[in-house]
């Protein structure tokens, strides 16, 4: 029962609620967020006591008059339900995301005083949620408390028994169902076993919805819904399903360094023939490769990041000689006038089989310091790093000027970095522990700086600062000296590398009006770009002709063949050419 004629909508009414423009830049109704992989299998037990979960990492956060902040979201829209009574309890609940695989984590952490059953209906505190299958078809998940009686548990509905596992605990001093005293919250785990849903990608894009429920000071019966107590719900995407968000599994844990008998001319500019053939990490905004990220407005939310650049990492070896190398599109390249930080590669390195402490962390920067208009990188070593350590170089091409506004977007960059990881105890073959953060400096030189204007948005594969303070706990990602020569290449292809045929996923996603499909091409051919709806009906053909080979981009505008907008709802586009073709899928929403 929807109960929407009892409805009254504070966001347009009386309470200032979630989506107000607080923020700008995304801290409010996100279209998607970036899921981070779990270092281990989190265990369903609703304790939330895996390190995994303190991390600082994008998660929902679903509070009245809620004002957005760094990784902290908010959600779409909410709803009193019962106007005659003031909703007091302005209960925070924080939803967070993790992966492992194909396994979906959720958690619930709830400060909430009255958690009950909302009358003698099937509603109470606590998530319902609506998952597409890998087919489209929507699937329910409820863990709410909305069993009757004295101090009920948690109850999980899932759709089927191999769907998934919940579990939940009840904070010291609160009590189901029972309005004399002020209760304290409680906590929640679920695991939605993604593959029994149709997928089979490890980094897919889930559709979901997301609805809090929080109907206060009530016993759980009959009678009780409208007349004692107000009810109390929030959303990310709709509260029924007519609109979807996206969950987008990201974060490989491991990437491979390919072996190589050829040394390394140490020039930034990745000419060597193995480059080509090494596995890549795409560090940036939204890419399925990276750990996470972040935009700074700085406290002012005039800020938006629109030079939202994309970095590829690439690795390769020669036996315990550990090649980086990392290619930018960003078009412009400098310095953060008012402080240290440059666009650039920051790398955390460790010794075999062991974590530094804060006072220990060994630092290897090749980054764009200095503020002189047209210099290159400097590379750095922290004093923690052996001597000898590593090595780098940065190449600037002609279309570059770095730190300086005034000639116009810059051509990007590219960096080489040689680790000797023998000197920190690896040998060939074994894992090397590190983190990459690429730093995003925009319009931010010297002659142009503006606290209105420039922009600062790093982007990591495994922690920005790898400690226990701003991050939480430690994470690092393996590079395995692996004994292969070449790998399919994982993540999106970077712009100036373009090596193959490849079908991106689209952006915006979810979108409405319009979203930019984007592709790569080897050689001169015929292409066709099909749109088709998820029972294999074609819907629109957006283009049909040759091209040559490079990067190429159309848009599509949400509309059929005949120039009919078309309904919500998740959609496939088909790239064919005579040696390839692919399909990804996309989804609109109204």
């Not at 606590?126 to 699937?139: N, P, Q, Y």
């Not at 666009?343 to 010794?351: C, E, K, P, R, S």
């Not at 420039?454 to 590079?479: I, L």
Request: proline letters at 4%; charged letters at 20%; hydrophobic letters at 35%.
């Amino acid at each position: 029962m929807r109960h929407l004629f009892t409805v009254v909508f504070v966001l347009s009414l009386c309470l200032a609620m979630a989506g107000s423009g607080l923020y700008a830049a995304g801290h409010e109704d996100p279209p998607y967020l970036q899921i981070q992989s779990a270092e281990n299998p989190i265990t369903v037990d609703g304790v939330l006591d895996e390190t995994d979960w303190q991390r600082r990492f994008d998660h929902l956060v679903f509070r009245l008059n809620f004002k957005p902040g760094d990784v902290e979201y908010d959600v779409t829209d909410g709803i009193l339900v019962t106007s005659s009574i003031p909703y007091v309890d302005t209960t925070t609940t924080i939803v967070k995301f993790l992966h492992h695989g194909l396994d979906l984590y959720i958690s619930i952490q709830s400060n909430d005083q009255y958690v009950n059953k909302w009358g003698g209906s099937w509603e109470g505190d606590g998530l319902f949620m609506k998952v597409k299958t890998a087919d489209g078809i929507d699937k329910e998940f409820k863990l709410y408390f909305n069993l009757a009686g004295a101090d009920p548990d948690i109850n999980f509905e899932p759709p089927s028994a191999e769907a998934g596992l919940a579990k939940g605990v009840k904070n010291a001093g609160t009590v189901v169902n029972d309005t004399t005293q002020v209760d304290a919250g409680y906590t929640a785990e679920m695991v939605i076993h993604l593959d029994q849903l149709g997928y089979t990608d490890p980094y897919a894009e889930v559709p979901v919805i997301i609805n809090i429920f929080d109907p206060d000071k009530q016993t759980g019966s009959a009678g009780e819904e409208y007349n004692i107590g107000p009810y109390h719900k929030m959303w990310w995407g709709s509260e029924w399903g007519s609109e979807f968000r996206m969950l987008r599994l990201a974060d490989s844990p491991t990437a491979l360094a390919i072996t190589t008998n050829d040394a390394i001319t140490l020039d930034g500019q990745l000419d060597e023939a193995f480059w080509q053939h090494a596995e890549q990490i795409v560090v940036a905004k939204g890419s399925p490769s990276s750990s996470g990220g972040w935009y700074m407005q700085w406290g002012n939310p005039d800020n938006a990041y629109t030079d939202q650049s994309e970095a590829v990492i690439k690795f390769a070896h020669k036996g315990t000689d550990l090649y980086v190398g990392v290619v930018s599109n960003d078009s412009s390249v400098c310095e953060w006038s008012p402080g240290w930080e440059a666009d650039g590669l920051f790398l955390w390195m460790t010794f075999k089989g062991v974590i530094p402490q804060p006072g220990e962390r060994m630092e290897v920067k090749n980054m764009f310091f200095g503020n002189t208009v047209g210099d290159v990188a400097k590379f750095e070593l922290s004093a923690n790093v052996p001597t000898g350590g590593a090595e780098g170089a940065s190449f600037v091409p002609t279309g570059t000027v770095s730190h300086t506004e005034t000639n116009g977007a810059d051509d990007g960059y590219s960096l080489e970095v040689v680790i000797h990881t023998d000197m920190f105890g690896y040998s060939d073959g074994d894992t090397v522990k590190l983190s990459t953060v690429i730093w995003d400096m925009d319009y931010s030189s010297a002659d142009a700086y503006s606290a209105n204007l420039s922009d600062y948005a790093p982007n990591w594969w495994g922690t920005q600062w790898v400690d226990m303070n701003f991050e939480k706990y430690y994470m690092y990602r393996g590079v395995i000296l692996s004994q292969q020569t070449a790998v399919e290449s994982k993540g999106k292809p970077s712009v100036a590398l373009v090596d193959g045929y490849s079908l991106n996923q689209n952006y915006p996603n979810p979108f409405n009006p319009s979203t930019t499909i984007e592709y790569e091409l080897a050689k001169l051919s015929s292409v066709k770009i099909e749109i088709y709806s998820v029972l294999g009906e074609k819907v629109n053909t957006i283009f049909d002709g040759k091209q040559e080979s490079g990067m190429h981009k159309v848009v599509w505008d949400g509309k059929d063949s005949s120039g009919r907008a078309v309904a919500a709802g998740v959609y496939l586009y088909k790239l064919t050419t005579s040696e390839f073709s692919q399909t990804r899928k996309m989804i609109f929403v109204k």
